[in-house]
């Protein structure tokens, strides 16, 4: 593995999952692999469990890191090429990159879409632009369109708690996930839906799960990341003997970034819980309280958000590990 920005970048997405599970059982067994090493990690964005897991991942490999916020701390990108720097931009990010390219051995970038111009969105221009000029490995730390640690912590944590049993999996019987679109005030990237959708359609073609996304109308995914998905308007109907349900909000695509109105309560409660098989839910985090998901959820016995955030740690270890493994 030589770049890490989403499920395409692995070529057996079930040995990733059990080599991450293993580093959990055992997170010191490879302390002195990334020993001399070091992972620079640059975010154009906020974050907490991408900053905290990835550093603290690194250190179980013996890495050391440097953590860059550009947003706050770095200058001014400029990311189109032939132009005159005569405006507010005061550094290329061809050298930018390079630079960063030649303190750290591996580095991991997080870049927002801005959620304006879907093609510049889509086309990860400024992600591509910095793989290309920094020279070493990258690991996506969420891009325009996909969130790869997010998606490959939330198929461990489903895999840790599958609730078929053995020999009910010898006949073919699956755990139904259904990704659940959500209420927000804001408007949200389509990234970590998108690389769920990856991840989980991926999954369902190995016989691992059954995978349904519900949104509203207008709020479909884009084609590329849903294909064999079954896609449904309407969330009790999609969650009905539910095993997991993945909450979260998002912007809609087809109407760029846009908030649009919908009927129908979208948000996830013990009501609707119980239309599920006792459903276990999940959520990326950061979540809003009471108006993503309930409270009632959130604190309650089928939440798995903090596990599902804890397994960040063994995804990101999991990941680095196979990078170093490769240089
Ligand atoms: C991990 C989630 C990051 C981001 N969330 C917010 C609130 O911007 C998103 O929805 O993509
Ligand atoms: N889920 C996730 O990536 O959280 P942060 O944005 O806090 O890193």
Avoid at 118 to 133: I, L, M, P, W
Avoid at 241 to 256: C, G, L
Wanted: proline letters at 5%.
């Amino acid at each position: 593995m030589n770049l890490f920005t989403s499920v395409h970048d692995v070529t057996d997405i079930k040995q990733l999952v059990a080599d991450a599970l293993a580093l959990k059982a055992n997170p010191y067994a490879h302390n002195t692999l990334g020993k001399n090493k070091t992972l620079g990690l640059v975010f154009m964005n906020p974050s907490l469990r991408t900053r905290l897991s990835t550093q603290k991942a690194a250190m179980n490999l013996g890495m050391n890191v440097m953590v860059m916020n550009m947003d706050k701390d770095g200058w001014a990108l400029e990311t189109q090429d032939g132009v005159v720097m005569n405006g507010n931009t005061t550094e290329h990010i061809r050298e930018a990159a390079a630079v960063m390219g030649q303190y750290c051995d591996i580095l991991g970038l997080r870049s927002f879409p801005k959620l304006k111009d879907r093609e510049e969105d889509y086309s990860e221009g400024f992600f591509n632009k910095f793989v290309q000029f920094c020279g070493v490995p990258v690991i996506s730390l969420e891009s325009a369109t996909r969130h790869p640690l997010q998606s490959l912590a939330d198929l461990i944590t489903i895999v840790e708690t599958n609730p078929v049993p053995i020999e009910q999996r010898a006949q073919g019987k699956k755990p139904k996930v259904v990704l659940a679109w959500a209420p927000h005030v804001k408007p949200l990237p389509q990234a970590v839906p998108n690389s769920f959708a990856e991840w989980m359609c991926k999954a369902q073609e190995l016989h691992m799960i059954e995978f349904v996304i519900a949104q509203p109308e207008g709020f479909e995914l884009a084609d590329e990341f849903t294909k064999g998905a079954e896609i449904v308007h309407n969330l009790d109907h999609a969650i009905t003997d539910a095993d997991y349900v993945y909450v979260k909000n998002w912007s809609s695509y087809k109407e760029y970034g846009q908030i649009l109105p919908y009927e129908g309560n979208w948000m996830m409660n013990n009501e609707k819980l119980g239309l599920t098989n006792n459903a276990k839910v999940m959520h990326c985090l950061p979540v809003r309280r009471d108006l993503e998901l309930a409270a009632e959820i959130l604190d309650g016995p089928n939440s798995l958000v903090i596990q599902e955030a804890g397994n960040r740690l063994w995804s990101a270890q999991a990941v680095l590990k196979a990078l170093l493994e490769n240089h």
